[in-house]
């Protein structure tokens, strides 16, 4: 039985670590300017990450989200891929990455036990990918994308940020994309957080034009699986690909909220926009302190809020989604 409960009677089924906070990418709403070190960070170990898993999938945890930053940045990422498919009750191992590394490690992955696969790629045309994250590198990604589409996942998703004047016109290249293939786009609204304030005010587009759009295109709502995210998916009978909107702006976003979230410091959010985080770290360093870890992840969850303050501008202790693990 799941464990994980919190004070509204949500369920943690869920969870997102993140592996690193570095990342080679400039994405302009995430890092602009790069990554930059705080400090001299040291993050957690194949070993503490064992043990934390562990931990949760006692708690009932059964689907984990390895991200980052970069996860791929990790050179033993196919190593961490293998040990969370050894823990017992962890069934769907999901990676969210750039694609950077993905054309070379995707095969290396799947064989490590990956289940599922998130792919950031905010434009289809070479030239806007570039301006958006500082690189040029949508052709090699698409082409690792083909590749993965071979290798039998349980699901593929590209995610696009949705941006005011760089990316809400392409909607018409990605239906051509999705005609003959089995993945999900999901358009997701721009969130802000503590860096980027300036920068939303003029680029945060809402996702309900862009709804309205493939809906009059005749795209229709699917019907929502258990332990589904919160975005909400459209199919089409033409189609092969699916197509997901995800609106944190919108009423009831926070309701049905299944997700924890832990840094790459072994710091427990119980919100990406939350203003306080617990430390793991010091319970990750030996077996001995299982149950102690346990239950201090337990306790923690009655102080989960029922929804973020994002209306209010409040971003609480969040910079940039690459420092949580977005
Ligand atoms: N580096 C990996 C990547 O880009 O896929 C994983 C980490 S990244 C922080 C995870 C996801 O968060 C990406 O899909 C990215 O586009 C999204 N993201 C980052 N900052 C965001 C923001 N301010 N609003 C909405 N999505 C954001
Ligand atoms: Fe890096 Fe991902 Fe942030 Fe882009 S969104 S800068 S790839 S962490």
Redesign the pocket.
Known sequence: MNTLMDSYGRLFPYLRLSLTEA?N???TY??PDGYRPDGHPVFLTRAEIGRLLRAFAALGMDKIRLT???PSLRRDLSAIIATTAATDGIRTIALTT?GYQLRKRVEQWREAGLTALNI?VDSLDRGRFQRI?GHDRCDDIRQGIETALTLGFDSIKLNAVLLRGLNDDGLEQWLDYLRDRDLSVRFIELMRTGDNREYFQHRHLDAEMLERQIQQAGWRPRARAANAGPAREYGHPDFKGRIGIIAPYARDFCKDCNRLRVTARGDLRLCLFGDFSIPLRPLLRTDADHEALVGRIAAQLGLKAAGHGLHQGHTGITPH??SVG?
Do not use: D, K, P, Q
Request: neutral net charge; charged residues 15%; contains cysteine.
């Open positions: 990342c990418f400039r994405c995430c890092l980052g930053g970069e750039n950031s994250t989604l690459a977005g």
